[in-house]
C-alpha cells in the first residue's frame, strides 16, 4: 500500500493534481498511515461513515464528500466539509448554502454532471448545468462557492469511450468558465479519475483525481 501511495502521489504531484485519497469501508488506522506520510485530502462517499472517521481523526485533515448526498443529512458535514462534489441539483445546492450559513462558513461545491452511459449514474446534463448557473436563487447564495465540475466515467475496458467522456467533460468545463465565471479565479477544478482511469483523467485535464482501492487495497463489498 505505502510504495503505491507514494507512487501515486510522486506522478500526481509532477502533474499538479490533488489527490484525494478515497478511504470509504476502510479502518481509521489505515487513513492515519496515509495521514503520517503526509496526506490531508481524504474521500468518503456516506455521511455517517464520513462524521464517525472525521472524530477519531486530526482536524487538519481535508474531507471530500464525493457520494451522493441526500438534503437531509447536509447538516451533519456542514461544519466541517471540505469540498462536496456531488451536487447534482438546486435543491441540494440551497441546502448546502442554508446550512453553511449556519456555521459562517463558505462550502466549495463541485457540480457533478453525468457523463457516462449507464443510466443509474447520478449526475446532471449540460442543460440542467446551464439553467442552475442562471438562476437567480443561485446567484443569490453567498455560502457555496462552486469549484468547479466532476464527472464518473462508465464503467468499462473500452479506454477511448472513457478518455472521450473525460475530454467532454474539460470542454463542457472551459464553455462554462468563460461563459459565467470569466472574472472568478474560484472555477478551476475537474474531478474525475479514479483507481483504473486516473492516468487518461490527468492527460485530459483533471486537477482532482480521487482513488481509492489502488491506495488501501481491494475493498470487500
Ligand atoms: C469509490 C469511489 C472512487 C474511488 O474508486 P476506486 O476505484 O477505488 O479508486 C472515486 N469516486 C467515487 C465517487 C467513488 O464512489
Not at 485519497?21 to 481524504?42: C, M, N, W
Not at 449526475?123 to 469549484?147: C, P, S
Not at 475537474?190 to 482513488?211: H, K, L, N
Request: hydrophobic share 40%; net charge neutral.
Amino acid at each position: 500500500m505505502q510504495d503505491k501511495y507514494s507512487e501515486i502521489h510522486r506522478f500526481l504531484q509532477n502533474a499538479h493534481v490533488r489527490l484525494v485519497a478515497v478511504s470509504k469501508t476502510k479502518p481509521v488506522e489505515s487513513i492515519r498511515q496515509l495521514y503520517d506520510k503526509g496526506q490531508r485530502d481524504f474521500g468518503e462517499n456516506k455521511v455517517q461513515e464520513l462524521t464517525e472517521k472525521a472524530a477519531q481523526l486530526p482536524a487538519d485533515m481535508q474531507w471530500h464528500m464525493i457520494g451522493h448526498l441526500q438534503k437531509n443529512k447536509v447538516k451533519y458535514i456542514a461544519p466541517f466539509i471540505h469540498m462536496i462534489h456531488s451536487v447534482d441539483s438546486m435543491a441540494l445546492l440551497a441546502e448546502i448554502n442554508k446550512q453553511a450559513m449556519k456555521h459562517k462558513r463558505i462550502i466549495s461545491c463541485l457540480l457533478q454532471m453525468h457523463i457516462a452511459k449507464e443510466e443509474t449514474k447520478f449526475g446532471m446534463n449540460a442543460a440542467e448545468l446551464f439553467a442552475l448557473l442562471q438562476d437567480d436563487n443561485y446567484k443569490a447564495m453567498q455560502n457555496i462557492q462552486v469549484a468547479g465540475l466532476m464527472g464518473m466515467a462508465t464503467l468499462t475496458d473500452n479506454l477511448e469511450t472513457i478518455r472521450s467522456e473525460f475530454r467532454g467533460l474539460h470542454q463542457l468545463f472551459k464553455t462554462v468558465q468563460s461563459t459565467y465565471f470569466a472574472d472568478k479565479p474560484q472555477f478551476k477544478e475537474i474531478s474525475m479519475g479514479m483507481s483504473s482511469d486516473y492516468i487518461i483523467a490527468v492527460e485530459e485535464g483533471a486537477t482532482i483525481v480521487r482513488i481509492g482501492s489502488l491506495i488501501f487495497g481491494e475493498r470487500n463489498v
